[in-house]
């Protein structure tokens, strides 16, 4: 599976964007989705996901309510919603892809990773 993401750009405290996760694989629909996030000289750590086969969603305490995880299978892709943006927000968004059955805020859920892209804001 080869996730690539886009929309990564720099904006200003308050303002909003949208992330982008394509994914390669024919069975996109079968695969738990996740939004994690690593600021310079820290770890990676989880935003969102949304599972399978039930559709629920999970986030971040930081980014309730301002974060909106979904996914589209019909394209293959799955979204991150960023309203309300500061500056801590700053960092590379991966998404990411896992195929098991297990918690989905932890890195070791999953089994695929795309490259990231850069969310900068700051004014």
């Known amino acids: 599976v080869q996730l690539v993401e886009f929309g990564g750009t720099w904006v200003q405290p308050g303002g909003w964007l949208r992330l982008s996760c394509a994914a390669s694989?024919?069975?996109?629909?079968?695969?738990?989705m996740g939004w994690f996030r690593q600021a310079p000289g820290k770890e990676r750590e989880f935003v969102a996901a949304?599972?399978?086969?039930?559709?629920?969603?999970y986030y971040k305490d930081s980014v309730k309510g301002r974060f909106t995880i979904s996914r589209e299978n019909a394209k293959n892709t799955v979204y991150l919603q960023m309203n309300s943006l500061i500056t801590e927000d700053t960092a590379v968004y991966y998404c990411?892809?896992?195929?098991?059955?297990?918690?989905?805020?932890?890195?070791?859920?999953?089994?695929?990773w795309g490259q990231g892209t850069q969310v900068t804001v700051s004014s």
């Open positions: 949304i599972r399978w086969s039930d559709g629920n969603k």
């Open positions: 990411a892809a896992s195929s098991a059955r297990v918690t989905l805020t932890l890195v070791t859920a999953y089994d695929y």
């Open positions: 694989a024919r069975t996109f629909s079968r695969y738990s």
